[in-house]
């Protein structure tokens, strides 16, 4: 996160890095050659805008969305939320207020309240449901020019619009087909201490920011010591956290080889799943506003793979219990979308085209080629070779998806 805040200090103003947004809102699902975030989604609109809260307060506004599902993510330095704004919140239309942990101001006429953080430094994330016809793209703009966030000093009382279509593009920084890589090992001691700084000890945690910045006094002290350190945090990368990227070394196993996590957004001094979350999907909202389930395996334990075709069949009335609404997006072995022909990376609620089965059930093929004519419209694309993954997002889950009373079906291998 704080990397992030450092870069993103350096874009002089609102523009769009190739898909992605920095610091506007989109107009349409984000792209796939989006690459600041892995595990995009197309089942909403996103937004994006980083927060500098020993800056300045932030203004954020919440237009009229009227019957359409929407939340906006609001995550500290730990990426914990300290805010609820969202249709699962009743929150109404107005202007919010997000203040650091120090700030002391007044409160202007007009604001309908006020979240603090414990950090300084943050991310505001909205997302907006949008289904996959044309008429819904257009229908969902007028909301989209009302979300916006601005310093406090910019604040008068007055919804603000931007026409989001109008903001620069430059194209997308690296040409990799990974995630930018945000965390750097031989910086890593570098910025440790300035994270630590913004994100003070949580209860039990002084002592333990004691011996760590200990370690790192003395690195800056002996050059053998910093030697040592950029080894072995070069290690830790490559053994501890590029594992997490696979879902399967995480998280909590639920039948089928499925994984979910219960704490998203409220990680605390759980550092092995915060660690786990930021490598493999980073930005995931708290279980009241979306569930997720993890994949990487079919029903046998083998791992997915394009070689393969696959079914995920769900019973009659068993799709996920939802307020909101649920998708299945597949990610290749970057967690990133893998470009097909009918620009298909995601199946569920959206998709007004879905055909169920004699019996009420539905299923999914997920596979390289196209199935036969009459399973196109359940078709989810897989790469035709490699590695890939499986995820489902519940939005504003009922109570039988977050106790664990549901869980996903499993993936089968065809054939």
């Known amino acids: 996160m704080y990397s992030r805040r450092l870069s993103y200090s350096k874009v002089p103003e609102r523009l769009y890095s190739g898909a992605a947004p920095m610091a506007p809102m989109l107009t349409d699902y984000v792209e796939p050659d989006e690459r600041l975030v892995a595990c995009p989604n197309q089942d909403v ?3 994006a805008g980083f927060l500098a809260l020993d800056t300045s307060p932030v203004v954020i506004q919440v237009p009229d969305f009227k019957d359409r599902f929407w939340v906006y993510q609001v995550v500290d330095l730990r990426t914990d939320s300290f805010a609820q704004l969202g249709k699962m919140y009743g929150t109404q239309p107005g202007f919010y207020l997000l203040v650091g942990p120090n700030w002391r101001g007044e409160v202007p006429k007009g604001i309908t309240k006020v979240f603090r953080a414990s950090t300084n430094t943050g991310n505001v994330i909205p997302r907006v449901f949008q289904d996959d016809t044309a008429e819904d793209k257009a229908a969902v703009q007028e909301a989209l020019k009302g979300i916006t966030l601005y310093p406090l000093s910019e604040y008068d009382g007055t919804m603000k619009t931007v026409d989001w279509n109008t903001v620069k593009k ?3 920084s690296g040409d990799g087909s990974a995630e ?3 965390v750097v090992p031989e910086k890593f001691i570098d910025e440790l201490p300035l994270a630590l700084a913004d994100a003070p000890p949580l209860p039990g945690e002084e002592s333990r920011y004691a011996q760590v910045l200990a370690v790192v006094a003395a690195a800056k002290a002996d050059p053998a010591i910093r030697k040592a350190v950029d080894e072995a945090a070069a290690e830790a990368d490559e053994k501890l956290v590029k594992p997490l990227f696979q879902f399967r070394n995480y998280g909590l196993p639920l039948a089928h080889n499925w994984t979910t996590t219960a704490n998203n957004a409220a990680f605390g001094t759980d550092y092995f799943t915060r660690t786990a979350v930021a490598k493999s999907n980073i930005f995931v909202n708290a279980p009241s506003e979306t569930k997720y389930f993890y994949q990487d395996l ?8 394009g070689k393969n075709s696959y079914t995920v069949t769900f ?6 219990d939802v307020n909101g609404f649920w998708s299945l997006t597949l990610y290749n072995e970057h967690h990133f979308f893998e470009p097909n022909d009918v620009k298909r990376y995601s199946v569920g609620t959206k998709n007004k085209s879905l055909k169920y089965n004699a019996d009420g059930s539905l299923t999914i093929y997920v596979q390289p080629e196209p199935p036969r004519e009459d399973h196109r419209d359940n078709w989810l694309p897989a790469p ?3 590695d890939f993954s499986l995820y ?3 939005y504003w889950p009922k109570p039988a998806v977050v106790d664990g009373t549901w869980t996903p079906p499993a993936v089968e291998r065809a054939g």
């Open 298 to 305: 079919d029903q046998t334990g083998a791992r997915l793979n």
């Open 170 to 172: 430059v194209p997308a």
């Open 180 to 182: 930018t890589q945000w």
């Open 384 to 386: 035709k070779d490699g």
């Open 392 to 394: 489902i997002r519940a």
């Open 45 to 47: 609109v996103y937004g």
């Open 315 to 320: 019973a009659k009335g068993q799709t996920p």
